[in-house]
């Protein structure tokens, strides 16, 4: 059976992964991003760079993007040279960034008045995962073309999981986001205050790991906080984001998260004091300068 084409907007750590992951598996590949070295890496492999987001649609089966935002996501499909300009009747869009569910259920309506599909397949794991095609996936939208671009997931990831409508793969990805950075977040500030107050953090991460607060993301905050080491390659910038999106969710379910709205605060303050760019572990840094 003929491998679909590819075309893969969005090269950074986990996208350039999985673009070469897929050229490891011989499919064929169209790849476009601003950072022309990660392009040209590519295309070292045999990949394809068209000159734009339509040239791109117009010659693949189905398009992915690892993208940062929605708005970035909003720019590439819209635009005057954009995917839904290009795109093909039959043709399958997936978004594997961390999107707004509202943005990608308008994008889906768009693509589907085309003959095109939409799924929605936020990413769970970390680029090492990604080069070995291991990556859990969380994808959701039309069963149809869920069933059509699932022999593709099955490469990607370790775990593929179908979770029902369009936009559904978003909405788990932020609740993801939401319980896992404000771990962090709690975890570092609790490693932060031991530290004030003269207790251990070898100590502490031992006591507690050896009890049901243990956890990887307990691995990671100890890996910063007491071997100064990042090591889970999630930003302190892109956790900020996906709270903002989660607290834009519940905002438009009609609820409120007083808790995202701690975790958000403190996100961003570790923004504003230059720490965005290090990994989410880091803001204990923030924590343990913190004065009231």
Same mark, same amino acid.
């Given at each position: 059976?003929?491998?679909?084409?590819?075309?893969?907007? =969005?090269?950074?750590?986990?996208?350039?992964?999985?673009?070469?992951?897929?050229?490891?598996?011989?499919?064929?590949?169209?790849?476009?991003?601003?950072?022309?070295?990660?392009?040209?890496?590519?295309?070292?492999?045999?990949?394809?760079? %068209?000159? *734009?987001?339509?040239?791109?649609?117009?010659? !693949?089966? $189905?398009?992915?993007?690892?993208?940062?935002?929605?708005?970035?996501?909003?720019?590439?499909?819209?635009?005057?040279?954009?995917?839904?300009?290009? $795109?093909?009747?039959?043709?399958?869009?997936?978004?594997?960034?961390?999107?707004? %569910?509202?943005?990608?259920?308008?994008?889906?309506?768009?693509?589907?008045?085309? =003959? /095109?599909?939409?799924?929605?397949? %936020?990413?769970?794991?970390?680029?090492?995962? /990604?080069?070995?095609?291991?990556?859990?996936?969380?994808?959701? =939208?039309?069963?149809?073309?869920?069933?059509?671009?699932?022999?593709?997931?099955?490469?990607?990831?370790?775990?593929?999981?179908?979770?029902?409508?369009?936009?559904?793969?978003?909405?788990?990805?932020?609740?993801?986001?939401?319980?896992?950075?404000?771990?962090?977040?709690?975890? *570092?500030?609790?490693?932060?205050?031991?530290?004030?107050?003269?207790?251990?953090?070898?100590?502490?991460?031992?006591?507690? *790991?050896?009890?049901?607060?243990?956890? %990887?993301?307990?691995?990671?905050?100890?890996?910063?906080?007491?071997?100064?080491?990042?090591?889970?390659?999630?930003?302190?910038?892109?956790?900020?984001?996906?709270?903002?999106?989660?607290?834009?969710?519940?905002?438009?379910?009609?609820?409120? !998260?007083? $808790?995202?709205?701690?975790? !958000?605060? !403190?996100?961003?303050?570790?923004?504003?004091? =230059?720490?965005?760019?290090?990994?989410?572990?880091? $803001?204990?840094?923030?924590?343990?300068?913190?004065?009231?």
């Amino acid at each position: 059976m003929t491998k679909p084409v590819i075309g893969f907007i =969005g090269l950074g750590l986990m996208g350039g992964n999985m673009v070469e992951n897929l050229q490891n598996r011989g499919y064929e590949l169209n790849v476009m991003d601003l950072n022309a070295d990660a392009v040209a890496k590519c295309v070292e492999r045999g990949a394809k760079a %068209p000159a *734009s987001a339509k040239e791109l649609a117009e010659n !693949s089966d $189905i398009v992915m993007l690892c993208l940062t935002t929605s708005a970035v996501v909003e720019k590439v499909v819209y635009g005057d040279e954009g995917i839904l300009a290009g $795109i093909k009747e039959g043709a399958v869009l997936v978004d594997f960034g961390t999107s707004i %569910p509202a943005s990608t259920k308008k994008i889906g309506a768009d693509l589907a008045a085309k =003959g /095109a599909g939409m799924i929605d397949a %936020p990413l769970g794991r970390t680029p090492a995962h /990604a080069k070995d095609g291991l990556l859990n996936i969380m994808a959701a =939208g039309d069963i149809d073309t869920f069933n059509k671009v699932k022999p593709v997931l099955e490469e990607q990831g370790e775990n593929v999981f179908h979770l029902g409508a369009l936009g559904a793969g978003h909405v788990t990805k932020l609740v993801n986001n939401f319980m896992g950075m404000t771990t962090v977040a709690t975890m *570092s500030q609790a490693f932060a205050v031991a530290k004030q107050a003269g207790v251990d953090g070898q100590q502490l991460f031992d006591i507690m *790991s050896a009890g049901p607060s243990n956890s %990887p993301f307990m691995q990671f905050c100890k890996f910063y906080a007491v071997d100064g080491e990042e090591k889970l390659g999630f930003s302190i910038n892109n956790a900020n984001k996906d709270l903002g999106y989660f607290l834009a969710l519940c905002e438009e379910l009609g609820t409120e !998260s007083l $808790i995202a709205q701690g975790t !958000s605060t !403190s996100l961003q303050a570790a923004v504003d004091a =230059g720490l965005g760019n290090h990994d989410v572990p880091v $803001i204990f840094d923030y924590f343990k300068d913190l004065k009231k």
